[in-house]
Nanobody, 122 residues
């Protein structure tokens, strides 16, 4: 059974930091890209960051570049999103995703977690 379970979301003040985790099981973690997306109310799901299977390649949305860092631990089948200098506009449900190749569209990924809420207060 494939499972992606996000954790680490919560309420934080603007300028603060959070670290999201996504623990996976039941799928091939290595040799696949892992990504984070987010979806705010009444908005489409948008790409945040992605990391290659070896961790050597990372990609970020312009809106988070320089503030967020994606990483992965293949030994633990877990991907992380370190978020710093958070802004109210970062408020959204954050989802991790597993895919065969890099992409910025939700359809590029085949497995998804249930999401974790991040709320940034001003």
């Amino acid at each position: 059974q494939v499972q992606l379970v996000e954790s680490g979301g919560g309420l934080v003040q603007a300028g603060g930091s959070l670290r999201l985790s996504c623990a996976t099981s039941g799928l091939t973690f290595t040799s696949y890209y892992m990504a984070w997306f987010r979806q705010a109310p009444a908005k489409e799901r948008e790409f945040v960051a992605a990391v290659s299977w070896g961790g050597g390649l990372t990609h970020y949305a312009d809106s988070v570049k320089g503030r967020f860092t994606i990483s992965r631990d293949n030994a633990k089948n877990t991907v992380y999103l370190q978020m710093a200098s958070l802004k109210p506009e970062d408020t959204a449900v954050y989802y991790c995703a597993h895919g065969k190749k890099y992409g910025r569209r939700p359809n590029d990924y085949d497995y998804w977690g249930q999401g974790t809420q991040v709320t940034v207060s001003s």
